[in-house]
C-alpha cells in the first residue's frame, strides 16, 4: 500500500569519519572501557564512538512483551546492538541481522550467552508489525524469543526517528514505497548513493562500488549500516559503521574480549 515517506534524512555533518589511523599508538583505554582504542578515529561521527555512553533507550520488545531499557543490562551485559528495517531494498539488513545472529550463535556455543544480548532496532515500526518482524526472524533463522534477543519495535515511526536518528545519530531516511501482500516492495530509490560525508556517487551500474576506502562510513540513501559493541557499564567499544564489510569473525572476537575483561 502507499506510504507516504515519513523518517527525514538527518544532517550529515555529523557523519564524516578520519580516513585515517589514529596518530601513534595510544596505550590507554578509555575511562570505562575493556578494549584498547580502534585502529580508526570516528570521533568526529554523529553516532556513538568508542568510550561514549551509550544513550538511554526505553523500547518495547514485542516478543518478550515488556519494555527493554539500557538500565536492565547495566553491569550484567555486554551488548551487541544494529538498527535496520524489514523492507531495506538491498538486503543488506538482513546481513546486518545474521552478524549478530552469528554473535548469538558463537555466545552459546562458548558459554557466554547469558553475559551479552543483541538487539536489533526497527525504524519502521508501522510497517515492521510483530508479524513482520516474526516472519523476518524465521526467514532468517533467530529465535525471537530466545532471552538474550530482542527486536525492540518504537510505538511509531516518528519515535523511531527521534531515537534512532536524533539519540543515536544514525541518519534514516526511506523513500516513498509501496508494499505488496507478499511483503515485497516497489522500490522507489535512486541510484545514488550517500558516500558517507553527506555527498551522493551516482551507481554507473557494473556492480562496483564507487567508494576506496572500506572502512568509512556509508549509506545507501536509507540509513547508515551500523553495528555497535558495547560493554556491560553502558559504554561503547567498538562502532562498525559499514558493518556488512567488516568481518564477522573480528565483531565477535572484540566481543569475546569485551565479556572476559
Not at 524465521?138 to 523511531?160: K, M, Q, S, T
Not at 572502512?215 to 559504554?235: A, F, K, P, Q
Request: net charge negative; charged share 30%; with cysteine.
Amino acid at each position: 500500500m502507499d506510504r507516504r515517506t515519513y523518517l527525514q534524512a538527518a544532517g550529515a555533518a555529523g557523519l564524516a569519519t578520519a580516513a585515517g589511523c589514529l596518530d601513534g599508538v595510544l596505550e590507554s583505554s578509555a575511562d570505562g572501557a575493556v578494549l584498547g582504542p580502534p585502529e580508526q578515529d570516528l570521533s568526529e561521527s554523529s553516532h556513538p564512538t568508542y568510550g561514549d555512553e551509550i544513550p538511554s533507550f526505553s523500547v518495547h520488545d514485542p516478543f518478550a512483551e515488556e519494555t527493554i531499557t539500557d538500565d536492565q543490562f547495566r553491569g550484567e551485559r555486554a551488548l551487541l546492538m544494529t538498527f535496520f528495517f524489514t523492507s531495506c531494498p538491498d538486503n543488506l539488513c538482513p546481513a546486518l541481522l545474521q552478524m549478530l545472529k552469528t554473535g548469538q550463535e558463537d555466545a552459546r556455543e562458548e558459554g557466554y550467552d547469558g553475559d551479552v544480548s543483541f538487539l536489533a532496532v526497527t525504524f519502521d515500526p508501522e510497517y515492521d508489525t510483530p508479524d513482520v518482524l516474526e516472519d523476518e526472524a524465521e526467514n532468517i533463522g533467530i529465535d525471537p524469543y530466545a532471552d538474550n534477543w530482542h527486536f525492540l519495535r518504537p510505538e511509531d515511526n516518528d519515535e523511531a526517528y527521534e531515537l534512532v536518528a536524533e539519540d543515536f545519530g544514525t541518519p534514516v531516511h526511506l523513500e516513498d514505497h509501496d508494499h505488496d501482500d507478499e511483503h515485497g516492495e516497489e522500490d522507489h530509490h535512486d541510484d545514488s548513493h550517500d558516500d558517507g560525508h553527506g555527498h551522493n556517487e551516482t551507481d554507473h551500474g557494473d556492480g562496483h562500488d564507487q567508494h576506496d576506502n572500506e572502512e568509512e562510513e556509508r549509506t545507501d540513501g536509507t540509513h547508515v549500516y551500523i553495528i555497535l559493541l558495547v560493554n556491560e557499564n553502558g559504554i561503547v567499544e567498538r562502532a562498525y559503521p559499514g558493518a556488512t564489510q567488516h568481518s564477522v569473525s573480528d565483531i565477535i572476537d572484540d566481543l569475546q574480549a569485551v565479556v572476559e575483561g
